[in-house]
């Protein structure tokens, strides 16, 4: 007879087990929903040209399609020109092996070949056709492949089981003038071989003098370890297993590729192997690795565990028997994920544009040395808050960049095409400063247009005070501009506070060394500080006993007095807080002679191009004579970003069509203009479709001064503006920088509660840099 506290033991684990299996159900579904709805599969083809017009239909196909056809019969390599050949690899695969699924077949491969596509877009911009094949035999499939190079400027190999998948990697490269890259070898390889070179510099090894045990021989594991080679490792010190124990020399059952790793040796299992190997490379499957293997290794081992979804051992395992252990998986959810993503679509960014003929070790090589390099430097203000928790600084724990790191895309792809102008595969011109730039550009939306200005902020080196200094985001902000050297950054925060949150976020900054630290609670200049905000604020209603309270708690306040006193130079402040609030402390303090504020201008970066919104924060309603300071200050502002300004003053009136408020408020605000000896153009008032269609405005008010669509918009009141700036930002994809606080001579800027790290880096560079008179 069962007793009461098992029956209760029991039907707890039945109520677990069917916890366990709704919630792996509902994943399963979520999955299968993402992948049907809204539209079936996770790709689409779109136009890259207009087709609204027959002659936009004539260019496109016939007749003008002809024009490009005869010239690639002239050169073929014009075809990278005149289509998108250039920008398009093939993944390609027969299905046998893929993921951790096996010999499934090539139909039931595409899902997983649309998600590399997919990869491919998303972090190098890179079109592509995901490509099933059914044929299993080896020469038919290459033969195949080979045929196709006409439509494709590179091709993935995918999931294409050993020992084929050499055969098939072999011919295509004999036949094919492209790049062709088979990523279930080289890309686990390259991403390993980074992490794996990073790992000797934390335990102190020499790659020259290591011992590899490699358990796994099918693709992956072979070209981890001929990669490793390339790195330094001594074939002799490898040891090889495969499913039947060590690869050696007496075995009559070895393909070719593992004969060449067989050793004449007695060790016949892993636990032979593994006496006194630094490092364990395991692409093979779960938990064939134990800890009594793990405690043979030599001291500080480095194990990769590299099965999916379960590893040959469990870091925490291994960690039992050696604490010191430098591990990676294949997971996300331990440090050190080997994850192809590091690499296949950098290599083929950089082997695209470079147009190189085929993928070497000597690009691979360069692939796997700009991965581990990245690591060792502080990680981005972009990693840190997409990998918010996590510490992310070189050492055990951070081996190899994570994923979602912007500076993959232009670091690895330009080491690439480095690489591939060197060896001489190459057969495109590069100019590689440029080319990083541009790529850089299309990383951080905002980075070309703020070139310019962080040119000039480097050149000035003005001294920045960021107001709340203990705001990670800010500490992540001035990580990035001590090491750019660009502003002298200067943080208001409590001690303790910052430096405990450098250490949580693993930042290597340090105060009085890369920035200048101001206690609030504790700074001997306090009673020089209050007695100046005193001095200035006493006929305001400031008594001595309210100076000494603000500037012991305002940090806005002990900035302004600092900017006042000529500390610094300029003062960012708004990290959080309503920005009126801010302004009123700032202008109190700072705004002096001509000096105030006239607006907010904010900078819409928009896949169409740049777009400027005025007033956003400052003027609820101005009048005709705020307005006209409005559109003179935000054409000084825009040409900082070597842009010619057309400013479109915009209200419900158009053209004096309605007697409003804001009507009278812009025609006034025209008749000042006009006043003055402007160089700009500007025109006014008219709605913003007007101001962003410059045939509807032919059309309403012919021969106007606007040419073109205007790029700065100044709007009536900040109602208008802002809901202008947040549609753009939630609908349009806009992302902003600023706002740039106008009028303040560039002693004062105050963002908003929503400003991203990248954001305040933009912020500062505009505070840093040089601005015409009361701009």
Same mark, same amino acid.
């Given at each position: 007879?069962?007793?009461?506290? *098992? ?7 039945? $109520? ?7 919630k ?14 809204? &539209? ?20 496109a ?10 010239e ?24 046998t092996?893929?993921? @951790?699924?096996?010999?499934?077949g090539?139909?039931?491969?595409k ?23 059914n $044929?299993?035999d ?15 400027g590179?091709?993935n ?19 094919m ?16 071989s980074?992490?794996a ?13 290591? &011992?590899?045990?490699?358990?796994g ?32 020399t ?15 040796t ?5 636990d032979d ?10 692409v093979?499957?779960? @938990?064939? %690795? ?15 565990a ?19 252990a ?35 070790? /000597?690009? &691979?090589l ?6 581990? @390099? ?18 992310? #600084?070189?050492?055990?724990?951070y ?5 979602f ?8 792809a330009t ?7 060197a060896?001489g595969?190459?057969? !495109? ?7 990083k ?5 299309e ?14 902020a !480097? ?6 005070v ?13 990580? #990035?501009?001590? /090491?750019?050297?660009?502003?002298t ?13 450098? /250490? ?45 309270a603000?500037?012991?708690?305002? *940090? #806005?306040?002990i ?11 300029s ?29 907010? %201008? ?22 005709a ?25 915009c209200?419900?009136?158009q ?26 153009e ?8 007007a101001a ?16 073109g ?10 109602d ?13 994809g @806009? %992302? ?8 303040m ?19 500062a560079a ?10």
């Amino acid at each position: 007879m069962l007793k009461a506290g *098992t029956f209760l033991a029991r039907t707890l684990e039945e $109520e677990q087990n069917m916890a366990l299996d709704n919630k792996s159900a509902d994943k399963r579904q979520e999955a299968l929903d993402y992948h049907e709805f809204p &539209k079936p599969g996770k790709l689409e083809i779109r136009a890259t040209k207009p087709m609204a017009t027959g002659r936009d239909l004539s260019n496109a196909y016939s007749p003008g399609v002809a024009e490009a056809c005869l010239e690639i019969e002239k050169n073929p390599a014009d075809a990278a020109r005149y289509t998108s050949k250039g920008n398009l690899v093939a993944v390609i695969s027969n299905g046998t092996a893929v993921l @951790g699924l096996g010999n499934i077949g090539a139909q039931a491969s595409k899902p997983v070949m649309e998600g590399k596509a997919v990869l491919f877009k998303k972090f190098a911009g890179i079109d592509c056709f995901d490509i099933e094949v059914n $044929e299993t035999d080896p020469e038919k499939l290459a033969e195949i492949v080979a045929k196709l190079e006409p439509t494709f400027g590179a091709v993935n190999l995918e999931d294409i089981k050993a020992p084929d998948c050499f055969l098939v990697e072999e011919l295509c490269r004999k036949k094919m003038n492209i790049p062709v890259f088979h990523d279930d070898q080289h890309g686990t390889a390259i991403v390993a071989s980074a992490a794996a070179f990073n790992a000797l510099i934390v335990a102190k090894k020499d790659v020259a003098k290591i &011992k590899v045990v490699a358990l796994g021989a099918g693709a992956a594991g072979i070209a981890c370890l001929k990669m490793l080679m390339v790195m330094g490792v001594k074939k002799q010190h490898i040891t090889m297993l495969d499913s039947k124990g060590v690869v050696h020399t007496g075995r009559s059952d070895l393909n070719k590729q593992k004969q060449e790793f067989a050793r004449d040796t007695d060790m016949r299992t892993t636990d032979d192997a593994m006496v006194g190997a630094d490092l364990f490379l395991g692409v093979s499957g779960p @938990g064939l %690795l134990t800890k009594e293997m793990v405690a043979k290794m030599a001291d500080d081992p480095i194990i990769f565990a590299l099965a999916n979804p379960t590893p040959e051992i469990m870091p925490e395992e291994a960690r039992e028997v050696a604490p010191g252990a430098l591990i990676a998986t294949g997971r996300s959810d331990y440090p050190n994920q080997v994850n192809n993503v590091l690499c296949f679509p950098f290599i083929f960014r950089g082997a695209l544009d470079s147009g190189a003929t085929e993928i070497n070790d /000597e690009m &691979k090589l360069a692939c796997v040395e700009a991965i581990a @390099g990245l690591a060792r430097v502080t990680t981005s203000a972009e990693v840190g808050v997409a990998y918010r928790g996590e510490r992310l #600084t070189f050492g055990p724990e951070y081996l190899i960049p994570k994923p979602f790191d912007p500076r993959l895309l232009p670091t690895i792809a330009t080491a690439v095409a480095r690489a591939a102008i060197a060896s001489g595969v190459a057969t !495109r011109e590069l100019d590689l400063d440029e080319y990083k730039t541009t790529l850089q550009g299309e990383v951080f939306r905002s980075y070309s247009i703020m070139r310019r200005v962080f040119d000039a902020a !480097r050149a000035a080196k003005r001294r920045i005070v960021f107001a709340e200094g203990e705001d990670e985001r800010v500490l992540r902000a001035a990580q #990035t501009m001590a /090491e750019d050297g660009v502003d002298t950054p200067i943080l208001i925060g409590r001690p303790e506070v910052v430096e405990a949150r450098l /250490e949580r976020e693993g930042l290597k900054i340090k105060p009085g060394q890369d920035f200048e630290l101001v206690n609030p609670e504790n700074d001997p200049r306090y009673r020089d500080y209050w007695e100046t905000y005193h001095e200035v604020l006493a006929r305001k209603g400031v008594t001595p006993d309210l100076a000494r309270a603000i500037l012991r708690t305002n *940090t #806005t306040a002990i900035a302004g007095v600092m900017v006042r006193r000529g500390e610094a130079d300029s003062m960012i402040c708004g990290t959080f807080g309503e920005f009126r609030w801010h302004l009123n402390y700032a202008t109190n303090l700072l705004a002096e002679g001509e000096l105030h504020p006239v607006g907010a %201008l904010s900078l819409m970066i928009l896949d169409q191009g740049p777009l400027f919104i005025a007033d956003t924060h400052v003027n609820i309603t101005p009048d005709a004579q705020q307005l006209s300071e409005i559109v003179v200050a935000a054409a000084r502002h825009v040409r900082r970003f070597g842009i010619e300004p057309r400013v479109a003053l915009c209200s419900g009136s158009q053209f004096g069509n309605l007697d409003s408020a804001s009507g009278r408020a812009m025609r006034g605000a025209l008749d000042i203009l006009d006043q003055q000896p402007l160089d700009f153009e500007y025109e006014g008032e008219m709605h913003t479709d007007a101001a962003l269609d410059p045939d509807l405005r032919e059309r309403l008010f012919p021969g106007g001064r606007l040419t073109g669509k205007a790029n700065v918009l100044v709007y009536a009141n900040t109602d208008a503006a802002g809901a202008t700036r947040n549609i753009l930002k939630a609908v349009a994809g @806009g %992302l902003e920088v600023g706002p740039i606080l106008m009028g303040m001579g560039n002693r004062v800027h105050i963002v908003t509660p929503s400003i991203t790290v990248r954001g305040l880096l933009n912020t500062a560079a505009l505070a840093g840099s040089a601005v015409s008179s009361y701009g």
